[in-house]
């Protein structure tokens, strides 16, 4: 079944603990991407890669890096977690960078930082 | 950058009435318009979309019209039953952009009462 899987999905850290939540996608897509949801505010970008190796920045990027050394994952990393990083995290992923395909989410991963 | 925004925030209807949903875009150079729908505890699937060549389009209960001129797109839903009780996101993007980034409005809420 071709899907975007994460994990954990949900974690509870405290401020400064160094976490990372994995994503890996199964369809041999070469885009993937980070988003973090909070109310009334939709699905921000935090970074997205177009390709092994290629990493960007996306609209909220601080406090978060990311990695694409393989194709099919792309952990996201928060070095000191901070209580403002308190969100639900989605991973998302489709074939081409450019093009108008259909971008396929992950099922979120709930963060709560203390 | 782009702006999406979104209204209503949530939206109660009977069930067999229908749902309207409007969003507006800032960045003219959009062209690529498509429709989230997020169920409890999953993440957001893709459910219509429209590019900006297109005025109109429908899919079965649903419907996405375009207004390029005045940089608006709305989802309508007809006969809407318990089911489509979810968050709907509609996102804006430009294909044929590097890295082609979705902006997401923020969110609708909506509850079908049977």
């Known amino acids: 079944e071709a899907q975007v899987t994460q994990n954990p999905r949900y974690l509870i850290t405290v401020t400064g603990k160094k976490l990372t939540v994995t994503c890996s996608q199964n369809?041999?897509?070469?885009?993937m991407s980070w988003y973090r949801q909070d109310p009334g505010l939709g699905l921000r970008q935090i970074y997205y890669?177009?390709?092994?190796?290629?990493?960007d920045k996306g609209d909220v990027p601080e406090g978060y890096k990311v990695s694409r050394k393989e194709k099919r994952n792309f952990p996201l990393i928060l070095e000191s977690p901070s209580p403002n990083q308190t969100s639900l995290y989605f991973c998302?992923?489709?074939?081409?960078?450019?093009?108008?395909?259909?971008?396929?989410f992950g099922p979120g991963t709930r963060l709560t930082v203390l | 950058g782009e702006n999406v925004e979104q209204h209503p925030s949530t939206l109660s209807v009977q069930e067999g009435d229908s749902a309207v949903i409007k969003c507006t875009y800032s960045?003219?150079?959009?062209?690529?318009f498509p429709w989230y729908k997020q169920e409890l505890g999953k993440g957001p699937q893709l459910i219509i979309d429209?590019?900006?060549?297109?005025g109109e389009k429908k899919d079965q209960r649903i419907a996405v019209t375009l207004n390029k001129t005045a940089k608006h797109f709305s989802l309508h839903i007809t006969e809407t039953q318990p089911e489509d009780s979810a968050v709907y996101f509609c996102?804006?993007?430009?294909?044929?952009?590097?890295?082609?980034?979705?902006?997401f409005g923020g969110g609708t809420r909506v509850l079908v009462k049977p």
């Open positions: 998302a992923s489709k074939s081409r960078p450019s093009g108008p395909d259909t971008q396929y």
């Open positions: 429209i590019r900006s060549n297109v």
């Open positions: 890669s177009m390709n092994v190796e290629v990493t």
């Open positions: 996102a804006a993007s430009t294909v044929g952009a590097a890295g082609n980034k979705l902006t």
């Open positions: 960045d003219s150079a959009s062209n690529y």
């Open positions: 369809m041999n897509h070469e885009y």
